[in-house]
């Protein structure tokens, strides 16, 4: 019974990770597209290395939409 909970923890382990390097690389490429100015682009690009999920979702929820930062 431990070796099956091993497997299962392991495998949404695994899921989890993947999503979050999705997550993060789709915010960060979603940014180096954008045709907002150097600057902006690269305080999102600081604010998702330092928080990556939370950054990558605040950018891809309400950073993207916005043009006047």
Do not use: D
Request: hydrophobic share 65%; no cysteine; aromatic share 16%.
């Amino acid at each position: 019974m431990h070796f099956i909970s091993e497997v299962i923890s392991g495998a949404f382990g695994l899921v989890f990770f993947i999503a979050w390097v999705l997550l993060v690389l789709y915010a960060l490429m979603s940014i180096l597209r954008s045709s907002m100015n150097q600057n902006t682009k690269l305080l999102w690009i600081i604010i998702i290395l330092i928080v990556p999920v939370l950054g990558s979702l605040l950018y891809i929820f309400w950073g993207r939409n916005q043009s006047f930062l």
